[in-house]
T-cell receptor
Framework: SQQGEEDPQALSIQEGENATMNCSYK?????LQWYRQNSGRGLVHLIL?????REKHSGRLRVTLDTSKKSSSLLITASRAADTASYFC??????????FGGGTRVLVKP | DTEVTQTPKHLVMGMTNKKSLKCEQH?????MYWYKQKAKKPPELMFV???????INESVPSRFSPECPNSSLLNLHLHALQPEDSALYLC???????????????FGPGTRLTVL
């Protein structure tokens, strides 16, 4: 299964601190995607990293990918209260199917 | 327009009711999806439509019936649901379809369904 497993399941930090979450998966992938979900709402795509990339940045987000270890990490720098959300990784092979990891619930305290 | 819209936002129905969820996108995307999400769990894929044809059915019970009337619309018809079907139902779309679908998915805000 391409489904990712995320660690930690929950994370509580103070505003301004960095938050790091990890994703591991089991099979070969074309890319790995990270999504954010605010409470009870739809998912928002954050970043896509291809299998031949090792690191990617988008604003305060930094994603790494290590295909030899079948793992990825998402770093949110200088966190804000608005970053409070659940974060899901989705390792993806070619084709339409997208399966999500269990998610990391991040709470940023003001 | 990069928005996927879903109606209704909330739906309460009895086990004998028939209702429909609607999803719309005007981004010219070739694939559309239905997901089911229970509280504190990740979304689970239910159905995928590629080029308006059902391409993936994740062994979903027949009380859920998807329909894709055209390339912009996706419906989910509900009949004889059970209380355990209560969940957030998310619609999504993506530009690519089939094996070329390596791109991202755009999600709607979801329909919160409660089955009494």
């Amino acid at each position: 299964s391409q489904q990712g497993e995320e660690d930690p399941q929950a994370l509580s930090i103070q505003e301004g601190e960095n938050a790091t979450m990890n994703c591991s998966y089991k099979t070969s992938i074309n890319n790995l995607q990270w999504y954010r979900q605010n409470s009870g709402r739809g998912l928002v795509h954050l970043i896509l990293i291809r299998s031949n990339e090792r690191e990617k940045h988008s604003g305060r987000l930094r994603v790494t990918l290590d295909t030899s270890k079948k793992s990825s990490s998402l770093l949110i720098t200088a966190s804000r209260a608005a970053d409070t959300a659940s974060y899901f990784c989705a390792p993806k092979a070619a084709g339409n199917k997208l399966t999500f990891g269990g998610g990391t619930r991040v709470l940023v305290k003001p | 327009d990069t928005e996927v819209t879903q109606t209704p936002k909330h739906l309460v129905m009895g086990m004998t009711n028939k209702k429909s969820l609607k999803c719309e996108q005007h981004m010219g995307h070739r694939a559309m999806y239905w997901y089911k999400q229970k509280a504190k769990k990740p979304p689970e894929l239910m159905f995928v439509y590629s080029y308006e044809k059902l391409s993936i059915n994740e062994s979903v019970p027949s009380r859920f019936s998807p329909e894709c009337p055209n390339s912009s619309l996706l419906n989910l018809h509900l009949h004889a649901l059970q209380p355990e079907d209560s969940a957030l139902y998310l619609c999504a779309s993506s530009q690519g379809a089939g094996l070329a679908a390596t791109d991202t998915q755009y999600f709607g805000p979801g329909t919160r369904l409660t089955v009494l």
